[in-house]
């Protein structure tokens, strides 16, 4: 059983970065892709990016495009979500998942097999 934990959430100004982390118990966590979702009040979870288990391929959603960037660092079992030039509609609880090893990148949350607790991130304007 993968277990992730998020940290780096909080408040911060529109146009303020951000930078969360996702660390994995999994000591294969490099053969894992990986994916940060996010959820605001009363709306459902959309995906964010996805990183590949080695880091070679990433997507991301259209309205985190150019200002977000995923990556991993596989030595430590942990990906990140550098997240620049924020808006207050980038306000959510974020979260990160884990697929199943080997498998490859992903959009839909309902094909990830682990996830965390997620960790606030709050934008004011």
């Known amino acids: 059983q993968v277990q992730l934990v998020e940290s780096g959430g909080g408040s911060v100004q529109a146009g303020g970065s951000l930078r969360l982390s996702c660390a994995a118990s999994e000591p294969t966590f490099s053969s894992y892709a990986m994916g940060w979702f996010r959820q605001a009040p009363g709306k459902e979870r959309e995906f964010v990016a996805s990183?590949?288990?080695?880091?070679?391929?990433?997507i991301y959603a259209n309205s985190v495009k150019d200002r977000f960037t995923i990556s991993r660092d596989n030595a430590k079992n942990t990906v990140y979500l550098q997240m620049n030039s924020l808006k207050p509609e980038d306000t959510a609880v974020y979260y990160c998942?884990?697929?199943?090893?080997?498998?490859?990148?992903?959009?839909?949350?309902?094909?990830?097999?682990?996830w965390g607790q997620g960790t606030q991130v709050t934008v004011s304007s």
């Open positions: 998942a884990a697929r199943r090893p080997w498998e490859r990148i992903e959009t839909m949350a309902r094909l990830y097999d682990y």
């Open positions: 990183i590949s288990w080695s880091g070679d391929y990433t």
